[in-house]
């Protein structure tokens, strides 16, 4: 059984954009690379050809990779306006330290928590699913320690 992923519109377009990059542009860039290798001779030796080699395995599984999450993938729905955290949502946090945070709810296949875009499948995500403006939220951060949000916004990304 196949585990359900959720992408953001901006996030569909952007594996949309990195699949055709790789179908067109970098499998032709890699394939010249190869056949470069090829003719320093003996390929058994030639760590050019073995580096050219791995970096088509890598490049035709990413391929892969994308081509079966849009096969699966659901789009997330976001309203206009909405009262209730959703995946797709900016939500904007007071921290318990009274600073302000934004966060971007996204499907795990497209979080980067550096940048701020945190995975609805994340213990900060869970929690502010379904959560409301106002809502109190605590979760258990990576050390163990308890981190609390207040949500004070929740817009559009």
Known sequence: ????????????????????????????????????????????????????????????????????????ATVADVPRRSNKVAVGNKVTVLTQNGSEREFVIVGAAEADAANGRISNESPAGAAMLGAHRGDVITIEGPTGKEITYTIIGIGRQ
């Open 1 to 72: 059984m196949t585990k359900e992923i959720i992408l953001t519109k901006a996030g569909r377009e952007k594996l949309e954009n990195e699949l055709d990059y790789l179908e067109t542009t970098k499998r032709t860039e890699v394939g010249e690379r190869i056949q470069v290798a090829r003719e320093f001779g003996d390929i058994s030796e030639n760590s050019e050809y073995d580096d050219a080699k791995n970096e088509q395995a890598w490049v035709e599984s990413r391929i892969a990779e994308i081509t079966q999450i849009l096969a699966v």
